[in-house]
Structure formats: structure tokens, C-alpha cells
């Protein structure tokens, strides 16, 4: 999924690139300005929309590992107790005998 994503942007961005050297021929300085401008503009707002999906997707990860973790412990304790307490009414049948 991450490896795909900035592929996708630098197509994005190669195409965009060559759409406005073409539309650029025919401009004025301040028209081709202005379009550059807007262009840089939607480019960094792309940018940081993939920035902000990638950290989620991160922050998704990192919660989903923390719970796993969690979870294992959890039932590593649970099963520790549970021993202990098959352990602990074994020795007492052992010595009623």
C-alpha cells in the first residue's frame, strides 16, 4: 500500500507537469504565474493530504500492535493464574489422600 501511493503522486505530478508546459505556450507571464502558482499550491496540498493518510495508517498500525501486545499479555497472565491454581488444588488433593 505505501509503495504504490507515491508512485501514483509522481504521475500525478509528471502529467500535471506536462499539461502545463503545454497550456503555457500560449499564455502571458502573469497568466503562466498565476498557474504555476495554483499548481505548486495543489501540488503541497496533495502532499501533505498523503503525509497526513500515511501517519494515519501508521498511527493504525501502532494502536492495532499496542492491542495485540496487550491482549497476549493478558492472556499469558490469565493462563499463569490458572496453572497456579490447578497447581495449588492438585497439592491439596495430594495431601487430603
Known sequence: MQGTAPMKITKLLAVGLGLAALAACNKNPQQQAADNYEANADNAADQVQANID????????????????????????????????????????????
Not at 501486545?69 to 492438585?90: L, P, Q, R, T, Y
Open 54 to 97: 500515511n501517519a494515519a495508517d501508521q498511527m493504525t498500525a501502532n494502536a492495532d500492535n499496542a492491542s495485540d501486545a496487550m491482549k497476549a499479555a493478558a492472556d499469558s497472565k490469565a493462563d499463569a493464574m490458572k496453572n497456579a491454581a490447578d497447581n495449588k488444588a492438585d497439592a491439596i488433593k495430594n495431601t487430603s489422600k
